[in-house]
């Protein structure tokens, strides 16, 4: 049996046809969102985030791929029976690193979908609100125990 993590989130989420934000540039972009996480709070060195944008409007102008370098928090907030866990840190985007900010909220509730409630990367990119994704494919890590 592994060890039990206190908080943390895994994710395999996928949203196809998604209005962004990108800064400096006006309107939204659409395209296909694939969220990737691996996070414990006692494991922060070895935890690890993926963001992938598949431009389908402007096909592939706006293409990037962010992974985490250094995710320096991790807090678990139980609202009911549902889970919310914010991931905070640092990452990169080819050359360029940015700071960055993730919420993901696992819903219990069977008919319900998990939700990316937020995704922003600062100076760069925001998903503008929350994106519902398949149930499932967020797994909060920690709540029970809150």
Known sequence: MGVLCPCGVKVNAFKESNNVKFDGV?????????Y???ICVT?????T??????????PNQF???FTANDITSVTCKREG???VVTVQGTGTIGEN????EAVFRDQV????????????INNFFNQNGAVPVTQGSIVALGCQSL
């Open 109 to 120: 509730a069977t008919a319900a979908k998990d939700n990316v409630q937020s995704f922003v």
């Open 26 to 34: 006006n309107g939204t972009i659409k395209g296909n969102l694939t």
């Open 49 to 58: 985030l993926s963001l992938e944008f598949d431009d389908t409007e402007t």
């Open 63 to 65: 293409s990037f791929l």
């Open 97 to 100: 690193e940015f700071s960055f």
């Open 43 to 47: 494991t922060l060195a070895t935890s």
């Open 81 to 83: 029976q549902n889970c």
């Open 36 to 38: 990737l996480a691996d």
